[in-house]
């Protein structure tokens, strides 16, 4: 008999609170604020979560939602509205990002037409662009690729460049919002890349392995320092979600990175989020590693979080964590545990009554984030800094 999915058995309190809401923000208070900053329209959310009754209804709704704004760019496209078009082609792919996201099967038909489709669109957004937005696909290890997107930054010679590592529950294609760029219209490039188990990766079976996303950020770097578009002495890496162990991690393997911010904070131990939290988080971390069985995916992610920590052992430059006091996945106590074994400059602003995705005050995060990046990477830190601010949003 198949065996049940990781806390399979809590899935009807899932289903039910999904009834409960006529959004996402009942399981992930603040999630809806993310996703307008990052380009998702509010009408096209409420449309789409208008016919979700459970859990397995998401991929469907997000689907049929994502083909209606492909069928609007092809209409705008034959009408010669290319702006137009490429707003509803960069539409069609967040959405069948979400779609593809949600199936964690690996082989599973319609997660491989999804992200095709995300694909698809998204190099048709690219192309309508005129060169803002390039792919790259880059050698890895075992004959594998890694997967990224750069943003390039406007005018000529060498720019400051963040490397941008999305969560679990993200994909390169999701984020930065090319139409409210906050790091190019600052003069910086900003690369996004699928990692191991990430978007890409896991469609090409490149699975998360522990201490392979280091490498793998480094390879992406390698690529990056050939550019004569990239400033290789201004290298951030800035991680959110999940991304905030991995930004940490590649900044202590690479020490050509100057600086490094983790956001949406998940640097506490991995038994909150996959053992307390919502049953769809190990789900898909689980689909992430490519681990069926759960008791060597516990193993797996001891492994994990002993990584993590010897990393922020190691970690020598400077550090920002942008933290929500109320966040369901790394409670207060343990983000400043966490500071505490950091031996470089650091910093955290720490946002009162704030949970886990961040979008009560993601207007104001994101702008003050690219400005600490663009300061640190130009001025530095002092040697000793350590300065832990409590903000009222």
Same mark, same amino acid.
């Given at each position: 008999?198949?065996?049940?999915?990781a806390?399979?058995?809590?899935n009807w309190?899932?289903?039910?609170?999904?009834?409960?809401t006529?959004?996402e923000?009942?399981?992930?208070?603040?999630?809806?604020?993310?996703?307008?900053e990052?380009?998702?329209?509010?009408?096209d959310?409420?449309?789409?979560?208008?016919?979700?009754?459970?859990?397995?209804?998401?991929?469907?709704?997000?689907?049929k939602?994502?083909?209606r704004?492909?069928?609007l760019?092809?209409?705008?496209?034959?009408?010669g509205h290319?702006?137009?078009?490429a707003?509803?082609?960069?539409r069609?792919?967040?959405?069948y990002?979400r779609?593809?996201?949600?199936?964690?099967?690996?082989?599973?038909?319609?997660k491989?037409a999804y992200h095709a489709?995300?694909?698809?669109?998204y190099?048709?957004f690219i192309d309508?662009?005129?060169?803002?937005?390039?792919?790259? /696909?880059?050698?890895?290890e075992?004959g594998?690729? +890694?997967? &990224?997107?750069f943003?390039?930054? *406007?005018g000529?010679? $060498?720019?400051?460049?963040?490397?941008?590592?999305?969560g679990?529950d993200?994909?390169?294609?999701?984020?930065?919002n090319?139409?409210n760029?906050?790091?190019?219209r600052?003069?910086?490039?900003?690369?996004?890349?699928?990692?191991?188990?990430?978007g890409?990766c896991?469609?090409?079976?490149v699975?998360?392995?522990?201490?392979?996303?280091a490498r793998?950020?480094e390879?992406?770097?390698?690529e990056?320092v050939k550019?004569?578009?990239?400033d290789?002495?201004k290298i951030?890496?800035?991680g959110?979600s999940?991304?905030?162990r991995?930004? /940490?991690?590649i900044?202590?393997?690479?020490?050509? +990175?100057? &600086?490094?911010?983790?956001?949406m *904070?998940?640097?506490g $131990?991995?038994?909150?989020?996959?053992?307390?939290?919502?049953?769809?988080?190990?789900?898909?971390?689980?689909?992430?590693t490519?681990?069926?069985?759960?008791?060597?995916?516990?193993k797996?992610?001891?492994?994990?979080?002993?990584?993590f920590?010897?990393s922020g052992?190691?970690?020598?430059?400077a550090?920002?964590l942008?933290a929500?006091e109320?966040?369901?996945?790394?409670?207060?106590?343990?983000?400043?545990?966490?500071?505490?074994r950091?031996n470089g400059p650091?910093?955290l602003?720490?946002?009162?009554?704030?949970?886990?995705?961040?979008?009560?005050?993601?207007a104001?995060i994101?702008p003050g984030?690219a400005?600490?990046?663009a300061?640190v990477l130009e001025?530095g830190l002092p040697?000793g800094?350590?300065l832990?601010?409590?903000?009222?949003?």
């Amino acid at each position: 008999m198949r065996r049940q999915a990781a806390r399979a058995s809590q899935n009807w309190i899932f289903d039910n609170f999904i009834q409960l809401t006529d959004n996402e923000d009942i399981l992930h208070p603040g999630i809806m604020g993310i996703r307008l900053e990052r380009g998702f329209k509010y009408g096209d959310m409420e449309r789409i979560f208008r016919v979700v009754t459970g859990r397995r209804a998401f991929p469907r709704a997000w689907a049929k939602g994502a083909d209606r704004q492909k069928e609007l760019a092809e209409e705008a496209m034959k009408a010669g509205h290319k702006v137009t078009a490429a707003q509803h082609y960069h539409r069609a792919a967040l959405y069948y990002g979400r779609a593809q996201h949600l199936i964690p099967v690996k082989g599973n038909a319609k997660k491989n037409a999804y992200h095709a489709a995300v694909v698809e669109n998204y190099d048709k957004f690219i192309d309508l662009m005129g060169g803002e937005i390039t792919r790259m /696909v880059i050698p890895f290890e075992n004959g594998k690729n +890694v997967y &990224a997107l750069f943003h390039k930054a *406007a005018g000529e010679g $060498p720019k400051p460049t963040v490397l941008y590592l999305p969560g679990m529950d993200a994909i390169k294609e999701d984020s930065p919002n090319p139409y409210n760029n906050e790091f190019t219209r600052r003069g910086m490039n900003i690369c996004v890349m699928d990692g191991p188990g990430q978007g890409e990766c896991n469609i090409n079976e490149v699975w998360q392995e522990v201490g392979n996303y280091a490498r793998a950020g480094e390879a992406v770097i390698d690529e990056l320092v050939k550019r004569d578009d990239v400033d290789s002495d201004k290298i951030a890496v800035f991680g959110t979600s999940m991304g905030s162990r991995y930004s /940490v991690e590649i900044g202590a393997y690479d020490d050509r +990175v100057k &600086a490094v911010v983790g956001q949406m *904070a998940n640097v506490g $131990p991995t038994d909150v989020i996959f053992n307390q939290a919502q049953p769809n988080f190990k789900r898909i971390y689980m689909y992430m590693t490519d681990i069926s069985d759960e008791a060597e995916f516990d193993k797996f992610a001891d492994a994990m979080d002993e990584n993590f920590m010897a990393s922020g052992d190691a970690l020598k430059c400077a550090y920002l964590l942008v933290a929500g006091e109320m966040d369901e996945l790394t409670p207060p106590e343990d983000v400043h545990a966490w500071l505490d074994r950091l031996n470089g400059p650091k910093e955290l602003w720490m946002y009162e009554d704030v949970f886990h995705p961040m979008g009560e005050v993601a207007a104001d995060i994101y702008p003050g984030i690219a400005d600490w990046i663009a300061d640190v990477l130009e001025k530095g830190l002092p040697d000793g800094h350590d300065l832990r601010r409590e903000i009222v949003p």
